[in-house]
């Protein structure tokens, strides 16, 4: 396993398990995400990571009994490209706006990430737009 493929998946075992602070640990401070151009203009320029921290905390909280499995994972150089999914049940908290359902959920996403020095310092993908996710209306 290439150290790319390692440090994503102690990223991903970090987040899962309710370490929120490890979005600092993992990302570089220099982190620029190409979502944030898309979804939040005014944030461009400015230190994003705890949007990521603020995602897995709602996410958890909403979903309790959730799930996050890696479908896929593409390396070429310092790109890593990873499909994810979060599956649960929405019986805990309001997901942002959303209140909880009591129904199943199914997210997925695509994430191109650029690594470099263990640290991850480039995104693009998605969804981070919770409109976009169809849970929102």
């Known amino acids: 396993m290439s150290d790319n493929l390692r440090v994503l998946g102690e990223y991903s075992a ?7 602070d490890a979005v600092y640990a993992f990302w570089a ?3 620029h995400s190409h979502v944030t151009t898309r979804v939040s203009p005014d944030k ?3 230190d994003v990571r705890g949007e990521e921290q603020l995602w897995w905390q709602q996410a ?3 979903f309790p ?21 979060v599956t649960g049940t929405h ?3 309001p997901f942002y706006e959303l209140q909880p359902s009591g129904e199943p959920v199914n997210i997925n996403g695509t994430a ?7 640290k991850i ?8 737009c919770q409109c976009g996710l169809g849970l929102i209306q």
């Open 29 to 31: 401070e220099e982190f």
């Open 91 to 93: 019986t805990g908290t």
């Open 60 to 62: 958890k909280s909403a």
């Open 112 to 118: 191109i990430l650029r690594m470099r020095d263990g």
């Open 44 to 46: 461009v320029g400015t």
């Open 65 to 85: 009994d959730m799930q996050f499995t890696v479908e896929l994972l593409i390396e070429s150089g310092d790109l890593v490209v990873s499909n994810w999914t």
């Open 14 to 20: 970090a987040m899962k398990s309710g370490d929120g």
């Open 121 to 128: 310092v480039e995104h693009w993908g998605g969804p981070h």
